[in-house]
């Protein structure tokens, strides 16, 4: 699979080897959409979004036999998709888990004594002005 910003293997500006890349940087769907809605005239009704019946009543049907189901059918579904999702994680191996843990205790303590410092500071404030 080749990267659309890859020189290397024909992509934009590969051929010219100037910088007249960066001006064809292919800036995704919204240059398609732009190009659609500046080529269609404002009076053109196609590009008003209508749903079709069929389809709304297909749906509508498939939420009805959803809700109906079996609430321990739902569950195990449930639990089925959460497994799968977990598997996909990339889990931190020991020195990282270390790592990220010390940062969030020196991070967490750091901000505990800043706010302390200035629970302080107002009460030290206020106590003087209205003291």
Known sequence: MTDE????RGGYGADDGDNAAA??????KRS????????SG??????????DRSTREAKSG???RERSRNPFVRLFKFLREVIA?????IWPNRKQMITYTTVVLVFVVFM????????LAFIKGVDWLFG
């Open 5 to 8: 910003r890859d020189n290397r």
């Open 23 to 28: 001006a064809q940087r292919p800036s995704g």
């Open 32 to 39: 398609a959409r732009r190009g659609r809605s500046a080529s």
């Open 42 to 51: 404002a009076s053109d009704t196609g590009s008003i979004a209508t749903i």
């Open 62 to 64: 498939r939420a009805d």
């Open 85 to 89: 999702e977990l598997r996909k994680v």
């Open 112 to 119: 505990v004594a800043f706010i302390s410092g200035l629970d």
